[in-house]
């Protein structure tokens, strides 16, 4: 974690307005700019990043690239359409999404051998970070949704699994994945307008 | 919105669409309003989510990982300067020629006065010339860039459009193609459309595409190289494997800076 980040209150909600100054700069070719960016956001991105990747040095590569996008295309940020911390959540999880389809999601993932124990612990876990959560307004329309429909959304987007990935983690037919997946975010649609 | 809209934006962004899926919807979010609106939606309400993620310390070397790539993508924008300063010695040789001429003549004319107003003069005139050629060259210098690179992301096809509206793709390392095929570059700028050829490549040497054959150069827009039977696509569409991609952006970096 970088020194600003650790102990910093403000990391969980990302002074957003600070941020969107850095990437103006970094559009106006501001190298100095990219360092501040690097050093208050790249902890939290590369906690993403790991996440996402279940793989260090493949993490690691991810948020590589990541800054490198945003050198290259901050000119295209607009913070009258989305604030820069979404911009680079956007940017991170894009990167991680090219490498986890050209490595083959499915043959990346967990251990063939993991307990169906340790697979509804793991599942279990993710619904306490939802308890985390400081968006009341997520929070509460996520855990309104059906269990199934809930977690299916949560290891997609947490956790970069894909619909048979999250299949076997749940243990459940791939079609009752995308059912609940589409379900989900119907009701969570409305739920959230 | 439309309840297929919000679906397939949720599921792009939950990146749960297989490439073809992602490919597809990213297409149609050129011309279609609603569907951009509903990715930022998604992108905006799920983001909350990522800060429950714990963050996790990056290694020392990370960030000089990244400045290096970042300055390889400023000497490749200042690839265009250096031959410019190699042209402007090449010049400063021919001047040199001239200058000694002018030695030559003024020494002829058998004074020394003359000799050193004769030298001035060249001087003065060689300065301003590289000065002013300089400054037009910096004005020709393109400001939007894509760097193409292959799967292990190596960059290896610089294009830069020019103020005349034409690009110039310079290759950045080993292009050659094998058994004689041909390497042929396209860009997408309208979905509907589809790819456009904008001709083969050069291995070895800058390739200049002409403003006609350009559909325009707007940020973001996709370039791809692929692999060609001799002389290029039968069909008017990529039939081989594509060898690197890239995006156009506006290079921030001003010419002066590389």
């Not at chain 2, 749960?16 to 490919?23: A, G, K, P, R």
Request: net charge negative; glycine share 6%.
């Amino acid at each position: 974690m970088s020194p600003r980040c650790q102990g910093d209150p403000s990391v969980k909600q990302k002074p957003d307005s600070r941020i969107d100054g850095y990437i103006e700069r970094i559009a106006g070719g501001d190298r100095r700019a990219l360092r501040s960016l690097y050093n208050e956001t790249s902890a939290p991105l590369l906690g993403l990043a790991v996440r996402l990747m279940a793989d260090r040095a493949e993490a690691e590569n991810v948020l590589q690239d990541a800054f490198v996008t945003v050198w290259q295309g901050a000119q295209a940020f607009d913070a009258r359409r989305e604030t820069g911390w979404i911009w680079l959540i956007t940017i991170l999880r894009h990167t991680a999404y090219k490498r986890l389809r050209s490595r083959g999601r499915e043959a990346s993932f967990a251990d063939p051998e993991t307990s169906p124990e340790t697979r509804n612990e793991e599942t279990a876990a993710i619904d306490a970070l939802v308890s985390r959560m400081d968006d009341d307004r997520l929070k509460h329309c996520l855990e309104a949704l059906e269990s199934e429909e809930r977690r299916s959304i949560l290891l997609a987007y947490l956790d970069g699994l894909s619909q048979s990935q999250i299949a076997d983690r749940l243990m459940a037919p791939l079609a009752s994945i995308r059912d609940w997946v589409r379900h989900g975010l119907e009701s969570l649609r409305k739920c959230l307008s | 919105m439309s309840d297929d809209n919000t679906t397939r934006a949720g599921l792009y962004v939950l990146g749960l669409m297989n490439q073809s899926e992602t490919d597809r919807l990213e297409a149609d979010l050129a011309g279609d309003a609603e569907l951009r609106e509903e990715v930022v939606f998604w992108q905006s309400r799920f983001a909350p989510l990522a800060a429950t993620i714990e963050p996790v310390a990056p290694p020392a070397d990370l960030w000089t990982r990244i400045e290096q790539r970042v300055e390889g993508l400023q000497l490749a924008r200042g690839s265009e300067r250096q031959s410019a300063v190699a042209q402007m010695q090449d010049d400063m040789r021919s001047l040199e020629r001239s200058r000694r001429w002018a030695r030559g003549l003024a020494v002829g004319f058998g004074g020394l006065f003359a000799a050193a107003t004769a030298a001035a003069v060249v001087f003065f005139l060689e300065t301003t010339n590289l000065e002013v050629e300089l400054a037009q060259r910096d004005a020709q210098i393109a400001t939007y860039v894509a760097v193409l690179s292959d799967e292990s992301n190596a960059p290896l096809l610089l294009l830069e459009a020019r103020q005349d509206g034409s690009l110039r793709a310079t290759p950045l390392g080993d292009l050659a193609a094998p058994d004689e095929q041909t390497l042929e570059l396209w860009t997408l700028l309208d979905p509907a459309q589809g790819p456009i050829s904008l001709g083969p490549l050069q291995a070895e040497a800058a390739t200049f595409i002409p403003a006609a054959q350009l559909p325009g150069t707007e940020p973001n827009q996709l370039f791809e190289v692929s692999l060609e039977p001799p002389g290029g696509s039968p069909t008017g569409r990529p039939t081989g494997p594509v060898l690197m991609i890239g995006r156009g952006f506006v290079d921030p970096t001003p010419a002066g800076d590389s």
